[in-house]
């Protein structure tokens, strides 16, 4: 049971690149979130769904798109990398009867110069 | 809103030592959850523990132990014996049970050395 995956694991971007972050999860689970982890600031939210097709803003939205086209697939977005997104990126993924359970996956380096 | 508040940024420790982590939470929600995970150099999140806001009994798994207190709004972590694989940053963290996103503390990063 592979639990929340996220590929890639590390990645480094140049000022204005685009990339997208894969998360997956197999528990058949409807919420699936995406947090950003800065030095002294904790995971902050970014986006999260509730559902496939659904996606909804989070604390710190701003640069970042989702998509959920599939229920164990959440997609996050860098259209144009800023060196201000440098961080680790964690997906998680919850019941929808038990959201405050929520399983992380092991995260992504991202750096942009 | 809800706001967690770890106002410890980095202890040091002797191996050996007890160490206590404080949590303080804000929240005008009377059902909630309250948790804390461990974040070692590897990076990823291990979860530790979760009380829910109707059960303050305190809890003890080894080595750890953790004191909830509504009264000061407090989840405080207790690490007896300190060993060195202890050494990693920990995150108090809170879901309302309505709203849809865990609130993490800063973290504080405990470095237990021999």
């Known amino acids: 049971n592979a639990g929340v995956t996220q590929t890639p694991k590390f990645r480094v971007l140049k000022t204005g690149q685009s990339m997208t972050l894969l998360c997956a999860q197999d528990?058949?689970?409807?919420?699936m979130y995406w947090y950003r982890q800065d030095p002294g600031m904790g995971l902050r939210l970014i986006h999260y769904?509730?559902?496939?097709?659904?996606?909804a803003k989070g604390e710190v939205p701003d640069g970042y798109n989702v998509s959920r086209l599939k229920k164990q697939n959440f997609l996050l977005g860098l259209e144009s990398a800023a060196p201000s997104q440098t961080s680790v990126y964690f997906c998680?993924?919850?019941?929808?009867?038990?959201?405050?359970?929520?399983?992380f996956g092991p995260g992504t380096r991202l750096t942009v110069t | 809103a809800q706001k967690v508040t770890q106002a410890q940024t980095e202890i040091s420790v002797v191996e050996k030592e007890d160490v206590t982590l404080d949590c303080v939470y804000e929240?005008?929600?009377?059902?909630?959850?309250l948790f804390w995970y461990k974040q070692p150099p590897s990076g990823e999140l291990v979860f530790l523990i979760r009380?829910?806001?109707?059960?303050?009994q305190n809890e003890i798994s080894g080595r750890y132990s953790w004191n909830f207190q509504k009264s000061t709004s407090s989840f405080n972590f207790t690490i007896t014996a300190s060993q060195v694989v202890d050494s990693a940053v920990y995150f108090c963290?809170?879901?309302?049970?309505?709203?849809?996103?865990?609130?993490f503390g800063t973290g504080t990063r405990l470095q237990v050395t021999l």
């Open positions: 998680a993924s919850s019941s929808s009867g038990r959201a405050y359970e929520q399983y």
């Open positions: 528990m058949n689970h409807e919420y």
């Open positions: 769904s509730v559902g496939e097709g659904t996606t």
């Open positions: 929240t005008r929600d009377t059902t909630y959850y």
């Open positions: 009380r829910n806001s109707f059960d303050e």
């Open positions: 963290a809170f879901h309302s049970g309505t709203a849809s996103k865990l609130t």
